[in-house]
């Protein structure tokens, strides 16, 4: 197929960051990843009585102050802080040196789809019990969704275009993809782009688990969250953040930064079905599957995996194999895929970041992992699921997936640099 019209250069992906419930780096999450472990527990930072789910996966053992000002990390909201750890390791592999780079050619995306929510129900209780005065002055730059892009800009002095993409469970994806075009059309020379969202609070747990979207395996949660399985009864709620460097080929060449892979597709669509419900047929995640592939400039029969969306619930994973099926036909059945959130749940904004990194460890390590607490595939999810174990795979070519809440549905295909 002839390349997009769009790539007037192509677009490289030279560090990776994770700080998610399976690992506090990329590595970490990885090998989690690749074991088929469990994450999922239950919530015991605040009591869960009477709620339909009270199970999350929460991260452990994460600490801002390793490489933030005590005083900027009050300052911060979780899910700032969260991206920040991301951002951290993504640039430290990638060897960029800020400074020595025009701060104006350096560009931000760090989408959320929940931002700051956590902090807006504990200081929503604090106004009510105690009155005005007794408010985080600094509570409104903390919580609003451009809070972790803006805040990165003004810790490393980036002046290039910022944003803070959110398209529900989407917006990591979203944000690659816009920041690809960014590049391509020569705005930028590199991006700093990814996702993160840390929401397990009471209020967005009881909320998400009276929408039903949730596992009710509260005696059971390393086994709750289970993609694609016949039994699957919902996912489960996570936290995370995965952020990217991304460089134009000349740009990163220049430097003799480290080529992981390329970012070579995005492709983005609406549903107009259902506030929360996907399209049952699965039409507007496969236009965007052939969108992204078609800017790639690749064909179905080149894809060598996919790392879907499934999130676990009965309507998502079932409709998402119907939309699979529209854009590959007979060779859907064919091509491996593993979803990653039966070990990490749901960590909705970041999710498709998070799965852009591990399609990255997929083409860089040649295995794929399996899909956790995946038993017994659902018959009208007929793929090729990668369980019980990880799977020796050459990978030149990987779909991500990414389909939000109101019917956005984000892809991305990465290609090997070899």
Partial sequence: MERSRHNSDRVVIT??????????????????????????????????????????AQVRGFDATNFLDRKEVRRMGRFTQLAMGALHEAVAQSGLKLEAEDPTR?????????????????QALILHAEGPRRLNPTMAPTVIVSAASCYVAVLLGIKGPTNSPAAACATGVVALGDSLRWLQRGDVDVVLAGGTDSAISPLALASFGRLGALSGRNDDPEHACRPFDVDRDGTVLGEGAAVMVLETEAH???????????????????????????????????????????????GPDEVDYIVPHATGTPLNDTSETLA??????????????????????????????????????????????????LMRPDPACPLDHVFPEKRALRVDTVLINAFGFGGQNGCLVLKSWR
């Fill in 324 to 373: 699979i099926q529209r854009v590959f036909g007979e060779r859907a059945a064919r091509i491996p895929l593993s979803s990653n959130k039966g070990g990490m749940g749901h960590t909705l904004g970041a999710a498709g970041a998070i799965s852009a990194v591990v399609g990255v460890e997929c083409i860089q390590q040649g295995l794929v992992p399996p899909t956790a607490n």
């Fill in 106 to 122: 350096v560009g931000l995306q760090i989408g959320t789809a929940i931002g700051g929510i956590a902090a807006i129900e504990e």
């Fill in 252 to 298: 990163a060449r220049k430097r003799g930064a480290p080529i992981l892979a390329e970012l070579a597709g995005f492709g983005f669509t609406e549903d107009a079905f259902h506030i929360t419900a996907p399209e049952p047929d699965g039409s507007g995640a496969a236009r965007a599957m052939a969108l992204a592939l078609a800017d790639a400039g690749i």
């Fill in 15 to 56: 560090g990776l960051g994770t700080v998610c419930p399976l690992g506090l780096s990329t590595a970490e999450t990885w090998e989690s990843l690749l074991s088929g472990r469990s994450a999922v527990r239950s919530v015991e930072d605040f009591s869960t009585e009477g709620f339909p789910s009270r199970i999350a």
